[in-house]
């Protein structure tokens, strides 16, 4: 399996609402649910609303467009990074997952995912 490092440093943060949010920047992810509205945006593109900010993430994207048929393959890669210890923070989208490893932990979690198969471009 492939995964593509994507430039930049991330940020995943919390917002009370989505209108600070800017919904042309090249790379954001919003949840919301009843209990709160989550943001996963480029650093430097963080809403001026946020109200909680947890910085300093890396990010891969897993290559391709995934089939909603297969079966494990983000299970396989947190499986690999839990047992080096290395905390992920995932998310999807309907064509793939995206993983975000810290800044400090991402140079070992590419590693220990070489050593296990994974091609990282």
């Known amino acids: 399996m492939e995964l593509q490092e994507i ?7 919390k917002v ?8 042309s920047q090249a790379f954001l992810f919003i949840a919301k649910t009843p209990d ?4 996963v945006c480029k650093s430097g593109d963080v809403p ?7 910085d300093g993430w ?5 290559s391709g467009i995934l089939d909603f ?8 890669i ?10 992920i923070f995932a998310i999807s989208t ?10 400090e932990n991402f140079d070992n979690g590419l590693q220990v995912l070489i050593n296990n198969g994974y091609i990282v471009r």
């Open 36 to 39: 709160e509205i989550s943001v």
């Open 7 to 13: 430039e930049g440093s991330f940020c995943v943060c």
């Open 58 to 62: 890396k990010a891969l994207r897993i």
């Open 94 to 103: 309907y064509n793939t997952d995206y993983i975000l490893l810290k800044a």
């Open 48 to 54: 001026s609303n946020a109200i909680a900010i947890e």
């Open 69 to 76: 048929g297969l079966i494990g393959i983000l299970a396989k």
């Open 16 to 23: 009370e609402n989505t209108e600070q949010i800017d919904f």
């Open 78 to 87: 947190s499986n690999l990074l839990a047992d080096a210890r290395i905390s």
